[in-house]
């Protein structure tokens, strides 16, 4: 039988607060088998939900789920930081990809003030200036990675009054939030551990990838919605 969509949201609200429950308790036996299920059942909630299903490698989010779940499943070791940062990074590229290949007749609020864009420039700019006394030989892979989500947020943003407030201010939350999950992960491993980090980052990652997932939805059904009533 083929599992409902509600019951996938269950799912993935269950798994997902047993991995938080589990960085709490310092369980990282526990967080093998909760970790690499968290991405695989957003998946399968998004598919659930397509109709029709897209072609899988035009499928944009769903490829950066894809690579999402790599990094996750590579960054449990931590000799696998690298190639994990390299599975992240794709996956922000096919979901700069998709943002930039939506489709409407409407102008964005940023296409009219591209200048309000550097303020994502100037985070940057600062967070690298923070960071880079102690990167050591990383300073060009995370220099590299920071500009690649930058400008993922900066498309996100570009959603603002080009689709419809509801759709766009999902996919703005998510990109926020990643920033966000990624700059506590950085600032945890290369300047100075602090509490709660393991919460914090995981926390703010998998509300990320939710609401990213939740507006790709959104728009499906929005461009469903428009194709019915031009039918009719």
């Known amino acids: 039988m083929k ?7 269950f799912l993935f609200a269950l798994v997902s607060l047993a991995e938080i429950a589990f960085i709490t308790t310092n369980n990282q036996t526990l967080r093998y088998f909760s970790k690499p299920f968290i991405i695989p059942l957003l998946m399968a909630i998004y598919l659930s939900l397509q109709n029709p299903r897209k072609p899988i490698l035009k499928d944009f989010i769903l490829l950066g789920l894809f690579f999402s779940w790599i990094g996750d499943v590579l960054l449990q070791s931590e000799k696998l930081f690298v190639p994990g940062l390299i599975s992240f990074l794709a996956a922000h590229i096919f979901y700069i990809v998709f943002f930039v290949n939506t489709k409407s007749s409407q102008k964005s609020f940023f296409k009219l003030r591209p200048i309000m864009l550097m303020a994502v420039m100037a985070y940057l700019v600062e967070f690298m200036n923070i960071l880079w006394p102690t990167l050591g030989g990383m300073k060009i892979p995370v220099l590299f990675y920071g500009i690649t989500i930058s400008t993922m947020l900066s498309a996100a943003l570009w959603q ?47 509300l990320a990838q939710l609401f990213i997932v939740i507006g790709a939805i959104q728009l499906q059904q929005k461009v469903e919605e428009k194709t019915t009533n031009k039918i009719q």
């Open 160 to 206: 603002y009054q080009k689709l419809d407030n509801k759709t766009a201010l999902f996919f703005i939350i998510g990109a926020i939030l990643f920033v966000t999950s990624d700059s506590l992960l950085a600032l945890n491993r290369f300047k100075e551990p602090f509490a709660m980090a393991g919460i914090s980052i995981m926390s703010t990652y998998i």
């Open 3 to 9: 599992p409902k969509p509600n019951q996938l949201f």
